[in-house]
């Protein structure tokens, strides 16, 4: 068990991670191989944490080699450091016994592990990392969309369902937090950002001495088809959309009625177009538009000043984190994308967006 209390910080506007999930990863580690019993299976679910994990672990310590001696660009190594504490250990290094073998093996990690020595390769790493992390998070998030209706019964995989859930909440909480360090860090050490050169997430087989991407996870991939929304998933959708939509409508009204003219134009030029472009692409998904003219006022949301409309973004963040496993496509849903404009726009009106909504906690445990 990691105990973890994330430390907000002040000068700058970081999206720091803290977590209210207690996270029971027990994947953590590998399973053997219960096919023809030559090797050790490390899943999707398993291989996205570690690699999160590790990138977190390397960056944290690459800022302090490559920025020693600056404070302001070594504040942000407490991040990263807290980020790979929540996410557990970068691997575990157990003792398999695979069968066939007389002893057991202490299994390498399935990729090197390289800390960035210099600005140039710290600042790749920033992309690379940030975009990965970004992708397996929604990648994840698909997995538990497309396994939900198989698990219903069967209480071990609901509880394997729960924790890729949880991990994919973490994973894309992490993108967008490094998405915006990347860029503050890029700019405070004046350096160029590169493009990021991601690999794709799959699931990795322990053979012969070595770790290889699972060929049977790659054909299964190749032919999977699309799984058509579940009626519990309709419906979470239907209501996701009509909170967004609410939230929309009474902020407009509220800021309406006041006499803040920026707040206003912030309104109409900023938050109602982010809103609106998304709630067209998720009824899109959704296949019905249950959006109304008029919605009744949103509970504790009735000011009409900067407070009360950050208070309703957050709400409108935590609805992206619900929606994150329910639509069928994230990408076209904007589920990432308005998040991170949700939490800029929180903090240009004077919010703390340290904290994803549903991650707000101080103490962040995880156990792996």
Same mark, same amino acid.
């Given at each position: 068990m990691?105990?973890l209390?994330l ?5 700058i ?5 803290a977590?209210t999930?207690s996270l029971?990863l027990?994947g953590?580690g590998v399973r053997?191989d219960?096919g023809?019993g ?15 994990s590790?990138c977190?672990?390397?960056i944290g ?10 404070p302001d660009?070594?504040?942000f ?8 504490k929540?996410l557990g ?8 016994k ?5 002893k057991a ?6 990729q090197?592990?390289r800390i960035?020595?210099?600005?140039e390769?710290l600042?790749q ?12 998070g929604?990648?994840?998030a698909?997995l538990v969309?497309e ?6 019964g069967d209480?071990?995989?609901?509880e394997q ?10 994973l ?11 860029k503050?860090i890029?700019h405070a ?14 699931a990795?087989r322990?053979q ?6 699972d060929?049977t996870?790659e054909?299964h991939k190749?032919?999977?088809?699309k799984?058509?929304?579940t009626?519990?998933?309709k ?7 009509r909170?967004l939509d609410?939230?929309?409508?009474n902020i407009e009204?509220n $800021?309406a009625q006041g006499?803040?003219?920026? =707040?206003?134009?912030? /309104?109409? +030029?900023?938050? &109602?177009? !982010?809103?609106?472009?998304?709630l067209q692409?998720?009824v899109t998904?959704?296949?019905t538009d ?7 006022p949103?509970?504790?949301?009735n000011?009409?000043d900067?407070q009360?409309?950050?208070e309703?973004l957050k $709400?409108?963040?935590q609805?992206q984190?619900? =929606?994150?496993t329910v /639509?069928? +496509?994230t990408? &076209?849903? !904007? ?9 800029d726009?929180?903090?240009a ?20």
């Amino acid at each position: 068990m990691a105990n973890l209390t994330l430390m907000k910080k002040t000068w700058i506007f970081p999206l720091t991670l803290a977590l209210t999930i207690s996270l029971s990863l027990s994947g953590c580690g590998v399973r053997i191989d219960d096919g023809n019993g030559e090797g050790a299976l490390a899943d999707q679910t398993q291989v996205a944490r570690y690699r999160a994990s590790a990138c977190q672990e390397a960056i944290g310590a690459g800022i302090e080699q490559v920025f020693a001696g600056n404070p302001d660009l070594l504040a942000f190594k407490n991040n990263f450091e807290a980020r790979s504490k929540v996410l557990g250990p970068r691997w575990l290094s157990p003792q398999v016994k695979i069968a066939g073998k007389e002893k057991a093996e202490n299994l390498p990690e399935p990729q090197s592990y390289r800390i960035p020595g210099n600005g140039e390769a710290l600042i790749q790493k920033l992309a690379d990392c940030q975009k990965n992390i970004f992708n397996d998070g929604l990648t994840l998030a698909t997995l538990v969309r497309e396994s939900q209706e198989p698990s219903q019964g069967d209480a071990e995989a609901v509880e394997q369902l729960n924790q890729t859930t949880a991990l994919a909440k973490i994973l894309v909480a992490t993108g967008v937090a490094m998405e915006r360090e990347n860029k503050q860090i890029a700019h405070a050490a004046s350096l160029t950002f590169p493009s990021a050169n991601p690999s794709p997430l799959s699931a990795w087989r322990y053979q012969d001495g070595k770790w290889r991407p699972d060929k049977t996870d790659e054909n299964h991939k190749e032919k999977k088809e699309k799984i058509p929304l579940t009626n519990q998933q309709k419906n979470e959708l239907n209501k996701g959309i009509r909170q967004l939509d609410a939230l929309r409508y009474n902020i407009e009204k509220n $800021v309406a009625q006041g006499r803040d003219d920026q =707040l206003k134009q912030l /309104v109409s +030029d900023e938050i &109602t177009p !982010l809103l609106r472009r998304q709630l067209q692409e998720l009824v899109t998904q959704l296949g019905t538009d249950p959006r109304e003219a008029v919605y009744q006022p949103f509970a504790n949301l009735n000011g009409n000043d900067q407070q009360a409309v950050a208070e309703g973004l957050k $709400v409108a963040s935590q609805v992206q984190m619900n =929606l994150l496993t329910v /639509v069928p +496509d994230t990408q &076209t849903a !904007l589920i990432a994308s308005t998040l991170s404009s949700l939490q800029d726009l929180r903090g240009a009106l004077g919010q703390n967006a340290d904290n994803l909504p549903g991650l707000s906690a101080k103490d962040a445990k995880v156990r792996v």
